[in-house]
Nanobody
């Protein structure tokens, strides 16, 4: 079992940045592919970014325009999401997720492909 805890969310003005963190406990996540999802009010949860178990491969939602960067530090069992040039439409609950499949590079953008989830951290961007 993997227990995931997100942090780093908050209230920011448009144009600013936030660094979200997701720390794991329990089973080691060093060989698990992981991802960040977000759910805006009234919308479905969607994948924002994903990273392979090694950190060498990453995928991003097309709509981000290169503003976000996902990374991981396996020594700290933590993944990060650098969010830059934030816009009001980035307002959402951001959650991290992990697949249970060892040594996977990418399991896709669908929620059903991920087995472990954190509770999420709120990001609110004001104009």
């Amino acid at each position: 079992q993997v227990h995931l805890v997100e942090s780093g969310g908050g209230l920011v003005q448009a144009g600013n940045s936030l660094r979200l963190s997701c720390t794991a406990s329990g089973r080691s996540l060093t060989n698990l592919a992981m991802a960040w999802f977000r759910q805006a009010p009234g919308k479905e949860r969607q994948m924002v970014a994903a990273i392979s178990w090694s950190g060498a491969i990453s995928h991003y939602a097309d709509s981000l325009g290169g503003r976000f960067t996902i990374s991981r530090d396996n020594a700290k069992t933590t993944i990060y999401l650098e969010t830059n040039s934030l816009k009001p439409e980035d307002t959402a609950i951001y959650s991290c997720a992990a697949t249970s499949a060892s040594y996977a590079d990418y399991v896709g953008p669908f929620q059903s492909s991920y087995d472990y989830w954190g509770q999420g951290t709120q990001v609110t961007v004001t104009s």
